[in-house]
């Protein structure tokens, strides 16, 4: 990659990355400017930096086939493809799917779910039906149940894509006849949309609770049926909303849609005039038709349309939905009345009744909405009356045991109790709707399904509740299912199946899900201890968690959040939790309130006694409520029943197959044609995808067993081709269709394709009958040449193996001669190096001779000495020869010869050495005697001349002396004279400097008037400048001194080609190689796939830029670099 003459991408914290160029590089940044901006500049390390596409206008369908993989272009082909409608984009098999935020009909019209049947994926550009007809044929091929997971943030478009991909498989895979059963499966949708979904800040169709839907298929891969389970509904929603939020759609659709006998009926009005709406939006969704309509009965909309929400048509679409499945008017009527009880529940409201003893009493303007909710409910209005403003206690101890004791309840108890008990009313509504609409879509006989699971998305506020605390929670847990199902698992079978694929780190969730959900210190089980006692706390159960994690690097106190608004929070007020997506802070004030949605006795004495909640009672798992005796040591807390039902699910979804849809919100304003980068960013990182680009860049996402291959197109080859085993089959259809060896790769039991490869093979394989003759032919001719290739490598086997044993034979021979040669080297070897030996010594008798006849008083000892060693040599000689002396008496025998010689040699060396000694101390003892003579004759000439020189220094001494003073007195002279000269010169400096700085406070005073008469008024800054003194600026310089950490690549160039000092010249030559190196290696990580170019040593912008300022360098610069390369 030439980062010089290519663009790169620059991180920006709006756009996500802006397009640049490289114009400088640092030791750690590298400096880019962003085009279209006149120059404007941005630094950023190295890491944050990555290579654009040659085309930057390309856009391509699968995001792996980029010759650039990495967030950069992810974005930027996801922000092109949404600026031409084009919506979905693949990572591999996963599905990326931006919100449109406008209606694109012909995106999912009948046409296009026709034309993705029995499509590959990768065939036909992405689409939400590609995704459902993968998982289908992965279904009937596999022989496995499988899943869709939709994934995205709140208003990223889940329900919809949800809906889209039931629509396509019962549209698909219908039964024949009839086709009721997948009509009903799709009626289930504007059903769980009004009861379900509600308006937020950030989508107008928020769906506030989870759901797993099943569609269930036959042996013949006909749907058979479904089933939908549904997780954590929001509860507090019925109560309470924030500022700009709704209440569930229902709600809104009776208000508006009901017909008017109903509303009189059930006496419904304007949203404003029920409690539990008027808290937030009370406006309605309606099209320009209906707006006109509640207009003229006084009903308000919002002010900018929804294409999908209309309350007035939206409920005549919920109770035509009701009804295909299969609830009666009745039942209808009955689901409508618990809705209007629950509204006019809310408008009880409570008032002190003067005695503390007494508690509280419903308010005199509350009497109508206590009548109008105890008919809707069935139930007795005095008994109502008494069941919310007090509640019944049965005593375990004291007294007679089983005592029952009436408490009266404060008005803020009776609040809370009453809003308990709207809560569950419509907590068992909505169970009831989910069964009837599991008993509306029946299945009998079921061999697989396929599960589509649609939950809210990661979700962070100013203010975080129990909520949003369980959906994190649950985000968590589907963060770690996807880490192990596409990261881990699938690079564990890279590496079980021997692909060589290098691993791709990601971070590890499972600390944060050990924190919420571990036996006993987790903090599910902390709130729920926490709420077992008498007098539970929210801030001594923050206390517990702060305690009892204090060093968990997941959980923090709040002040150490990034808001501002959460510093302010105290630690027992709430608790931070670092998740997968980031930090959320959450304030505990309701958790255990949240957490504990039991009633009390009275309430639910009260429901058993309902005559028009029956079918709610009726439609619980074991018939009946808690017992009114059963303390809260044994409840069962939301939190325990959502872990045990997650638990559940993920054990379903290990199951499966599955398949992944990661939803993506453009902008926070819900509008179409808008594409904020940085946000769009921040959900990619979040949901994973940066990570899974790296891996599938490498990895191969497609895969089948050889035996799966095998089978599936056995039907299309004739019986000479259906015989042969499944990895030779695969070998040889592969290599007759031509495919290139670094499209797929053969592992151990299966085959693996690279993104988009098995979508090109499936289609050459299922082409015409013409076409699959000629490939047929191909397979044979490639079977014919691999045959006739192993008949060739076993008659070369043959012939290398004769070869062989003729080598084997030659080769013996040879060593047996050297065998040979060894055993008679091992004979005949000791006796040689003997005799060898004794020649040796008998070289030393000729030099022992001579020693001898040097000798003068006992040279004929010496004579027969060295006579009787010559004849002790020659007969062990003799014996060796005539082999009369063993070999193991060889070596013995040699060195007490050479011992008897050296003994010999050493003595006669001593004898002639001793005879010389005496010898040379004669010699020496006369010539001694004649230098002592000599030697008292030179010491009586050297006495005189020393005498007769002293006398001459002293006459020397005396003049040189002389001499000195009087040049002493003349060089004093000269000094004062130049004292004079240079206190003078001095004085006068002085009087200059303090004329200088006279002038200059005469200058700043002059500009400080201006600067006061400029700014009117405003704040001047009267501060001057000081000069730091020459002896600090010396001291700092020797410290450091040159700083070249500002200086630019052209600035380090010049002063290495151009500058004589040397100190400057090494700083230069080493800030600049390290800058060098940092690039290089930000160019080798960067490098283009099969590049083998190295390219420049730095980018050709910032090299051209410094020639440009060479070329144009003033003379002034010039003249100053040659002063400073001289002044040395």
């Given at each position: 990659?030439?980062?010089?003459k290519g663009k790169?991408?620059a991180?920006?914290p709006?756009?996500?990355y802006?397009l640049?160029?490289?114009v400088?590089i640092?030791?750690e940044?590298?400096?880019?400017?962003i085009?279209?901006t006149?120059g404007?500049?941005?630094?950023a390390p190295y890491d944050?930096?990555?290579p654009a596409?040659?085309d930057?206008?390309?856009?391509v369908?699968d995001n792996?086939?980029?010759m650039?993989?990495?967030e950069?272009?992810?974005l930027h082909?996801v922000r092109?493809r949404y600026s031409?409608?084009?919506?979905?984009t693949?990572?591999?098999n996963?599905?990326?799917?931006?919100?449109?935020?406008k209606e694109?009909?012909?995106l999912?019209?009948?046409?296009?779910i026709?034309?993705?049947q029995?499509?590959?994926?990768?065939?036909l550009?992405p689409?939400?039906f590609?995704i459902?007809?993968?998982?289908?044929?992965?279904?009937?091929?596999?022989?496995?149940s499988?899943a869709?997971?939709?994934?995205?943030?709140s208003?990223?478009?889940?329900?919809?894509?949800t809906?889209?991909i039931l629509?396509?498989?019962c549209?698909?895979?219908?039964?024949?006849?009839g086709?009721?059963?997948?009509?009903r499966?799709?009626?289930?949708?504007p059903i769980?949309?009004?009861?379900?979904?509600?308006k937020?800040?950030?989508n107008?169709?928020?769906s506030?609770f989870?759901?797993f839907v099943?569609i269930?298929f036959?042996?013949?891969q006909?749907?058979a049926g479904g089933?939908i389970s549904?997780?954590l509904l929001e509860?507090?929603r019925i109560c309470?909303q924030?500022e700009?939020?709704r209440n569930?759609?229902?709600?809104y659709?009776?208000?508006?849609?009901?017909p008017?006998?109903l509303?009189?009926?059930?006496?419904?009005t304007?949203?404003?005039?029920?409690q539990?709406?008027?808290r937030?939006v009370t406006?309605?969704?309606?099209?320009?038709a209906n707006?006109?309509a509640?207009?003229?009965?006084?009903?308000q909309?919002?002010?900018?349309?929804?294409s999908i929400l209309?309350?007035v048509?939206?409920?005549?679409r919920t109770?035509?939905?009701l009804?295909h499945l299969?609830?009666?008017?009745?039942?209808?009527?009955?689901?409508?009345?618990?809705v209007?009880?629950v509204l006019h529940?809310g408008?009880?409201?409570?008032?002190d009744?003067?005695d503390?003893?007494d508690g509280c009493?419903i308010?005199?303007?509350?009497?109508?909405?206590?009548i109008?909710t105890?008919a809707?409910?069935?139930?007795n209005k005095d008994e109502?009356?008494d069941a919310?403003?007090?509640r019944?206690m049965?005593?375990?101890r004291g007294g007679v045991?089983g005592t029952?004791?009436?408490?009266n309840?404060?008005?803020?108890e009776?609040?809370?109790a009453?809003d308990a008990?709207?809560k569950?009313?419509?907590?068992?509504?909505?169970?009831?709707?989910?069964?009837k609409?599991?008993?509306?879509?029946?299945?009998?006989?079921s061999?697989y399904?396929i599960?589509i699971?649609?939950?809210a998305g990661?979700?962070?506020f100013?203010?975080n509740?129990?909520?949003q605390?369980c959906?994190?929670y649950?985000?968590?847990?589907?963060q770690?299912?996807f880490?192990?199902r596409?990261?881990?698992?699938e690079?564990?079978l890279?590496?079980?199946e021997?692909?060589?694929v290098?691993k791709i780190?990601y971070?590890d969730?499972q600390?944060?899900?050990d924190l919420i959900e571990?036996?006993?210190?987790?903090l599910?089980?902390l709130l729920d201890e926490e709420?077992?006692?008498?007098?539970?706390?929210s801030?001594?159960?923050?206390t517990?968690?702060?305690?009892?994690h204090?060093n968990?690097?997941?959980l923090?106190?709040?002040?150490?959040?990034?808001?501002?608004?959460?510093?302010?929070?105290?630690?027992?007020?709430g608790f931070?939790?670092?998740?997968?997506?980031?930090?959320?802070?959450y304030?505990?004030?309701?958790?255990?309130?949240?957490?504990n949605d039991?009633l009390h006795?009275?309430?639910?004495a009260?429901?058993q006694?309902?005559?028009n909640l029956k079918?709610l009672i009726?439609?619980e798992?074991?018939?009946?409520?808690?017992?009114?005796?059963?303390?809260k040591?044994?409840?069962i807390s939301?939190?325990?029943?959502?872990r045990t039902q997650?638990k559940q699910?993920?054990?379903k979804?290990?199951?499966?197959?599955?398949?992944?849809i990661r939803c993506?919100?453009?902008?926070?304003?819900?509008?179409d044609?808008?594409f904020?980068?940085g946000?769009?960013?921040n959900?990619?990182q979040?949901?994973?995808m940066?990570s899974?680009l790296?891996?599938?860049?490498?990895?191969?996402?497609?895969?089948?067993f050889?035996?799966d291959l095998?089978?599936m197109?056995k039907q299309?080859?004739?019986?000479?081709?259906?015989n042969?085993?499944?990895?030779?089959?695969c070998?040889?259809?592969?290599?007759?269709l031509?495919l290139?060896?670094?499209?797929y790769?053969?592992?151990?039991t299966r085959?693996?394709?690279?993104p988009?490869?098995?979508a090109?093979f499936?289609q050459?394989?299922?082409?015409?009958?013409?076409?699959l003759?000629?490939?047929?032919?191909?397979?044979?001719?490639?079977l014919?040449?691999?045959?006739w290739?192993?008949?060739q490598?076993?008659a070369?086997?043959v012939?290398?193996?004769?070869?062989k044993?003729a080598?084997r034979k030659?080769a013996?021979?040879?060593?047996?001669s050297?065998?040979?040669?060894h055993i008679?080297?091992k004979?005949?070897?000791p006796?040689?190096?003997g005799?060898k030996r004794?020649?040796m010594?008998?070289?030393q008798?000729?030099?022992?001779?001579?020693?001898a006849q040097?000798?003068?008083?006992d040279?004929?000892?010496g004579l027969?000495q060295?006579?009787?060693?010559?004849?002790?040599?020659?007969?062990?000689?003799?014996?060796i020869r005539n082999?009369?002396?063993?070999?193991?008496?060889?070596?013995?025998?040699?060195?007490s010869?050479?011992?008897?010689?050296?003994r010999?040699?050493?003595?006669?060396q001593k004898?002639?050495?001793?005879?010389?000694?005496?010898?040379e101390?004669?010699r020496i003892?006369?010539?001694?005697?004649?230098m002592e003579?000599?030697?008292?004759?030179?010491?009586?000439?050297i006495?005189?001349k020393?005498a007769?020189?002293?006398?001459r220094l002293q006459?020397i001494q005396?003049?040189e002396r002389?001499?000195?003073e009087?040049?002493?007195?003349?060089?004093?002279?000269q000094?004062?004279?130049k004292l004079a000269e240079k206190?003078?010169?001095?004085?006068l400096q002085?009087?200059?400097?303090q004329?200088?700085r006279d002038v200059?406070?005469?200058?700043?005073?002059?500009?400080?008037?201006?600067?006061?008469r400029?700014?009117?008024?405003?704040a001047?800054d009267?501060?001057?400048s000081?000069?730091r003194?020459?002896?600090?600026?010396?001291?700092?310089?020797?410290?450091?001194k040159?700083?070249?950490?500002k200086?630019?690549?052209?600035?380090?160039?010049?002063?290495i080609n151009?500058?004589c000092?040397?100190?400057?010249?090494e700083?230069?030559?080493e800030?600049f190689?390290?800058?060098l190196?940092?690039?290089?290696?930000?160019?080798?990580?960067?490098k283009k796939?099969n590049?083998?170019?190295d390219?420049?040593?730095a980018p050709?912008?910032?090299t051209?830029s410094?020639?440009?300022?060479?070329?144009?360098a003033s003379p002034?610069?010039?003249?100053?670099?040659r002063t400073?390369?001289?002044?040395a």
């Amino acid at each position: 990659m030439d980062a010089g003459k290519g663009k790169v991408w620059a991180p920006d914290p709006a756009e996500g990355y802006k397009l640049g160029k490289v114009v400088d590089i640092g030791s750690e940044e590298i400096t880019v400017e962003i085009a279209g901006t006149n120059g404007k500049t941005v630094s950023a390390p190295y890491d944050r930096v990555y290579p654009a596409e040659a085309d930057e206008k390309k856009t391509v369908d699968d995001n792996c086939s980029l010759m650039h993989v990495n967030e950069a272009t992810l974005l930027h082909n996801v922000r092109l493809r949404y600026s031409k409608d084009l919506i979905y984009t693949y990572v591999a098999n996963i599905l990326i799917a931006v919100n449109p935020y406008k209606e694109l009909p012909e995106l999912y019209s009948i046409d296009t779910i026709k034309s993705y049947q029995g499509k590959s994926l990768g065939t036909l550009p992405p689409h939400v039906f590609a995704i459902a007809d993968k998982s289908f044929r992965d279904l009937r091929v596999l022989k496995q149940s499988q899943a869709i997971i939709v994934s995205g943030e709140s208003g990223a478009g889940k329900t919809e894509s949800t809906k889209y991909i039931l629509r396509y498989l019962c549209e698909s895979f219908s039964a024949q006849s009839g086709g009721k059963l997948e009509e009903r499966i799709l009626e289930a949708n504007p059903i769980l949309e009004a009861f379900g979904n509600a308006k937020t800040m950030r989508n107008n169709n928020s769906s506030r609770f989870g759901k797993f839907v099943e569609i269930h298929f036959t042996t013949k891969q006909q749907v058979a049926g479904g089933f939908i389970s549904h997780y954590l509904l929001e509860k507090s929603r019925i109560c309470m909303q924030s500022e700009g939020e709704r209440n569930y759609h229902i709600f809104y659709q009776m208000l508006a849609g009901a017909p008017d006998n109903l509303k009189e009926k059930f006496r419904l009005t304007s949203p404003a005039d029920f409690q539990y709406l008027s808290r937030g939006v009370t406006k309605f969704f309606a099209t320009k038709a209906n707006q006109k309509a509640l207009a003229s009965k006084g009903l308000q909309t919002v002010a900018s349309s929804d294409s999908i929400l209309d309350d007035v048509r939206d409920f005549k679409r919920t109770d035509t939905s009701l009804a295909h499945l299969g609830l009666s008017e009745e039942e209808k009527l009955l689901v409508y009345a618990t809705v209007a009880a629950v509204l006019h529940l809310g408008n009880i409201a409570f008032e002190d009744s003067g005695d503390a003893k007494d508690g509280c009493r419903i308010a005199k303007k509350s009497e109508q909405s206590l009548i109008l909710t105890s008919a809707l409910m069935g139930v007795n209005k005095d008994e109502m009356r008494d069941a919310l403003t007090c509640r019944v206690m049965q005593a375990a101890r004291g007294g007679v045991k089983g005592t029952v004791i009436r408490v009266n309840l404060k008005h803020y108890e009776a609040a809370s109790a009453r809003d308990a008990l709207a809560k569950s009313i419509y907590s068992k509504l909505f169970d009831f709707i989910v069964a009837k609409i599991n008993d509306g879509i029946p299945f009998t006989a079921s061999q697989y399904y396929i599960g589509i699971l649609d939950i809210a998305g990661f979700e962070y506020f100013t203010v975080n509740s129990f909520e949003q605390f369980c959906i994190n929670y649950c985000n968590e847990k589907l963060q770690q299912f996807f880490n192990e199902r596409i990261l881990k698992a699938e690079q564990q079978l890279y590496e079980k199946e021997g692909l060589g694929v290098s691993k791709i780190s990601y971070i590890d969730n499972q600390d944060c899900i050990d924190l919420i959900e571990m036996k006993g210190t987790g903090l599910l089980d902390l709130l729920d201890e926490e709420s077992k006692l008498p007098k539970p706390s929210s801030s001594n159960f923050t206390t517990v968690i702060h305690a009892k994690h204090k060093n968990h690097f997941r959980l923090a106190i709040p002040r150490k959040s990034k808001l501002k608004e959460h510093r302010d929070l105290r630690e027992e007020d709430g608790f931070l939790i670092r998740h997968f997506a980031g930090a959320v802070c959450y304030q505990t004030s309701q958790f255990i309130e949240k957490n504990n949605d039991a009633l009390h006795a009275s309430l639910e004495a009260l429901l058993q006694e309902s005559e028009n909640l029956k079918f709610l009672i009726q439609n619980e798992e074991n018939g009946n409520f808690q017992s009114a005796n059963q303390g809260k040591l044994s409840f069962i807390s939301v939190g325990s029943k959502f872990r045990t039902q997650l638990k559940q699910l993920m054990e379903k979804l290990g199951s499966t197959g599955t398949s992944f849809i990661r939803c993506i919100k453009p902008n926070m304003t819900q509008v179409d044609q808008r594409f904020e980068g940085g946000l769009v960013l921040n959900q990619l990182q979040c949901s994973g995808m940066t990570s899974v680009l790296q891996l599938m860049q490498q990895g191969y996402p497609s895969r089948t067993f050889f035996a799966d291959l095998y089978t599936m197109y056995k039907q299309y080859l004739p019986k000479g081709l259906s015989n042969l085993d499944p990895r030779l089959f695969c070998k040889a259809l592969f290599r007759a269709l031509g495919l290139n060896d670094t499209d797929y790769k053969f592992g151990m039991t299966r085959v693996f394709f690279k993104p988009g490869k098995f979508a090109e093979f499936d289609q050459m394989l299922k082409a015409d009958p013409e076409n699959l003759a000629k490939l047929v032919e191909k397979v044979k001719v490639w079977l014919l040449h691999a045959r006739w290739r192993k008949a060739q490598y076993g008659a070369w086997s043959v012939l290398k193996l004769k070869n062989k044993i003729a080598y084997r034979k030659a080769a013996l021979i040879k060593l047996q001669s050297h065998l040979r040669k060894h055993i008679a080297m091992k004979k005949y070897r000791p006796r040689i190096l003997g005799l060898k030996r004794i020649r040796m010594l008998e070289g030393q008798l000729d030099k022992m001779q001579a020693l001898a006849q040097e000798l003068k008083a006992d040279r004929e000892v010496g004579l027969t000495q060295v006579i009787t060693l010559k004849q002790n040599m020659d007969r062990i000689s003799k014996e060796i020869r005539n082999e009369k002396m063993k070999t193991a008496e060889i070596d013995p025998a040699i060195k007490s010869l050479m011992d008897s010689v050296q003994r010999t040699l050493d003595d006669l060396q001593k004898r002639v050495q001793a005879q010389k000694t005496k010898e040379e101390q004669e010699r020496i003892r006369k010539i001694q005697e004649e230098m002592e003579k000599e030697r008292k004759r030179r010491e009586e000439e050297i006495r005189q001349k020393k005498a007769e020189e002293e006398e001459r220094l002293q006459r020397i001494q005396l003049e040189e002396r002389r001499k000195i003073e009087e040049e002493r007195a003349r060089l004093m002279e000269q000094d004062n004279k130049k004292l004079a000269e240079k206190l003078q010169q001095e004085r006068l400096q002085r009087m200059e400097e303090q004329q200088a700085r006279d002038v200059q406070a005469e200058q700043e005073e002059r500009d400080r008037a201006l600067a006061v008469r400029l700014a009117n008024g405003g704040a001047v800054d009267d501060t001057s400048s000081l000069s730091r003194s020459g002896s600090v600026m010396k001291q700092n310089q020797a410290n450091k001194k040159y700083d070249l950490a500002k200086w630019k690549y052209a600035e380090l160039r010049d002063s290495i080609n151009t500058s004589c000092d040397l100190e400057l010249l090494e700083a230069c030559r080493e800030e600049f190689h390290r800058r060098l190196k940092v690039y290089h290696a930000w160019k080798a990580k960067n490098k283009k796939p099969n590049d083998g170019s190295d390219g420049p040593r730095a980018p050709n912008s910032v090299t051209d830029s410094s020639m440009s300022s060479r070329l144009f360098a003033s003379p002034c610069f010039a003249i100053k670099n040659r002063t400073r390369m001289f002044a040395a």
